[in-house]
């Protein structure tokens, strides 16, 4: 009887995931095969979806461009929390302090993510505040138009809302660093910058690497930011699976979804690969 | 390393303080425009500079015609997120125990996890609604659009789970066990608060992801929205600061409930600070 017991207690999640997740993408995967009509959608086996996504020629720039994001956006994120994570944990020596900041750093998190995206339309636009600013202090003869509705914006949207999805794996990674590993490297003779690429780097490459997969997916799967930062000039892969959604083509979408699912899988693997990050959960 | 011989802060230090008060602005800096911009004048723009100081772009807000079903919209997103926070922190709760010990399926069920927590909403979300259109269900909020949360926040909630269950002491619960407790006496009067603040963190989770949710949401809450597809919708159409004004809204309500949670946290970690001395006191009764 007692063995049963965790059972028991893992069933509800295991139900919610298998119910709203494993058969859900089971049926993504399964009517990607299917036929449809302008009505509805058919129980099939063709391939034509897929033939379709391979043979289209939208296909190829608008994964070159969603790859793009991501690695811009990776990039900038990366070196973001890595810095900020660094000085929180290495140069904030009060604890109180730490926590504060750290929490300063996260709040953002739990509000909207819609509402943080165009928080920037104000600051960005013909007539926005920067525009302004260049303007009034002759920076600038004209107002710049890339600010709103290009990829600069979509990039700066994205940092703006996934940079701390770097800092919190990265800051938990560096915060279990021992103070004795960095005392000994400085004993040695490590200069300051020597002591971040020789031991920090190397010991939080754990957060580093959970903190890319957030990134990665995240940008990979966006289709809202790009949409509204772009002001529909641009595309993401996702957010043309979304148009598709919204012209009932479900079959395609779901042959999109699914490459985009095994692209995403393979940029993860390749990032579990180069850090073994199980162990270091289980830690 | 960050402290020179004397004691000094180095040039390091004010360099990457200097870039972490920037990074705190870009941070800040766009959201607090938008509350500003909120409480403009009835003639006011979607820019500075303010055109009067009022709130009647809050007002405008319960104008149907204006921004559709805000009202609606806003208490469905509330109902939903409560729901979601329950069910997160019982859920977590209750597999976070599981996970204590070893069983059949543990590895599987924790890649199931993680992968919900990578895979984009937007599939989820498609993954529903085609198994709704196949079964013939409708979608609804409380039932496709409540699973296609907890798809969210489940991850999360296990893994606070995972980290709190690492910090936990299992001496504590030998002991009240050693003592005669039973099963239900130690989970209630042992693990549950020792666990407390966690549980917060977990119910924060829960209640703020739902609340912000869109891409799960799109197509699996049907044909009433909740507030944040509300607000994409208005993206799309509405250029006056009711937009703001919405946007002021719906963050005070995050601001509100990530207050609670932290302050509850502070409160439960300082009474535990005077713990022990209390425990000691013998004159002590339990309160």
Same mark, same amino acid.
């Given at each position: 009887m007692r063995r049963l017991v965790p059972y028991l207690q893992v069933a509800p999640l295991a139900t919610v995931l298998l119910l709203f997740l494993v058969i859900p993408v089971g049926m993504i995967l399964v009517v990607s095969f299917w036929s449809y009509d302008q009505f509805d959608i058919y129980p099939d086996f063709i391939l034509d979806n897929y033939r379709y996504i391979f043979t289209s020629p939208v296909t190829f720039s608008i994964y070159l461009k969603t790859i793009y994001y991501a690695v811009v956006t990776w990039a900038i994120t990366l070196v973001l929390g890595f810095t900020i994570s660094y000085y929180l944990v290495f140069h904030v020596r009060n604890l109180l302090w730490q926590i504060g900041l750290f929490l300063l750093c996260t709040v953002p998190f739990w509000t909207s993510n819609i509402i943080r995206m165009i928080s920037w339309i104000p600051f960005l636009g013909r007539e926005g505040i920067f525009n302004q600013a260049l303007l009034a202090t002759g920076l600038a003869s004209a107002p710049l138009e890339f600010l709103l509705f290009s990829d600069f914006a979509v990039i700066l949207a994205y940092v703006h809302l996934f940079t701390l999805f770097m800092i919190v794996p990265i800051f938990n990674a560096m915060a279990r660093i021992s103070p004795t590993v960095i005392e000994a490297a400085v004993d040695g003779g490590a200069k300051p910058w020597q002591v971040v690429l020789h031991v920090v780097l190397p010991l939080s490459k754990t957060g580093v690497a959970l903190g890319s997969i957030f990134v990665v997916a995240l940008v990979m799967g966006d289709f809202f930011v790009v949409r509204t930062m772009s002001g529909g000039q641009s595309g993401s892969v996702a957010s043309a699976l979304n148009n598709e959604i919204g012209l009932l083509q479900y079959p395609t979408a779901a042959a999109g979804a699914v490459v985009l699912l095994v692209i995403v899988t393979l940029m993860v693997a390749a990032i579990l690969r180069i850090v073994d990050v199980r162990r270091e959960l289980a830690a | 390393m960050t402290v020179g011989p004397q004691g000094r802060r180095p040039l390091s230090f004010w360099i990457l303080t200097a870039v972490f008060v920037l990074f705190v602005l870009f941070l800040y800096g766009p959201m607090s425009a938008i509350y500003i911009l909120s409480f403009q004048g009835p003639t006011g723009g979607l820019t500075f500079p303010m055109r009067g100081v009022s709130l009647h772009w809050f007002g405008a807000l319960f104008g149907q015609q204006r921004t559709g079903d805000f009202s609606g919209s806003f208490a469905r997103s509330i109902i939903l997120a409560l729901i979601v926070m329950a069910l997160t922190l019982v859920i977590s709760l209750a597999a976070g125990l599981a996970f204590r010990q070893r069983f059949r399926g543990a590895t599987l069920i924790f890649y199931a996890a993680i992968a919900s927590l990578v895979m984009p909403g937007l599939f989820v979300g498609l993954g529903i609604a085609l198994v709704c259109q196949v079964l013939g269900i409708t979608p609804r909020w409380w039932l496709t659009g409540l699973g296609a949360h907890l798809t969210w926040t489940l991850p999360f909630g296990l893994l606070i789970m995972f980290a709190v269950f690492n910090r936990f002491d299992r001496s504590y619960e030998e002991a009240a066990r050693d003592l005669g407790a039973s099963d239900r006496q130690v989970l209630t009067a042992v693990i549950l608060p020792i666990l %407390? /603040?966690?549980?917060?963190?977990?119910?924060?989770?829960?209640?703020?992801?739902?609340?912000?949710?869109?891409?799960?949401?799109?197509?699996?809450?049907? %044909?009433?929205?909740?507030?944040?597809?509300?607000?994409?919708?208005?993206?799309?159409?509405?250029?006056? /600061?009711?937009?703001? $004004?919405?946007?002021?809204?719906?963050?005070?309500?995050?601001?509100?409930?990530? %207050?609670? $949670?932290?302050?509850?946290?502070?409160?439960?970690?300082?009474?535990?600070?005077?713990?022990?001395?209390? %425990? $000691?006191?013998? $004159?002590?009764? /339990?309160?």
């Open positions: - | %407390a /603040p966690g549980l917060i963190a977990v119910a924060l989770f829960g209640f703020t992801l739902s609340y912000d949710e869109v891409a799960r949401s799109t197509l699996t809450v049907g %044909a009433r929205n909740t507030m944040p597809l509300e607000i994409y919708a208005m993206t799309n159409n509405v250029t006056s /600061p009711a937009l703001f $004004a919405l946007g002021t809204v719906t963050t005070a309500i995050s601001f509100l409930a990530i %207050a609670v $949670a932290l302050l509850t946290i502070a409160r439960i970690t300082r009474r535990r600070g005077t713990g022990p001395v209390r %425990a $000691a006191d013998p $004159a002590g009764a /339990p309160s």
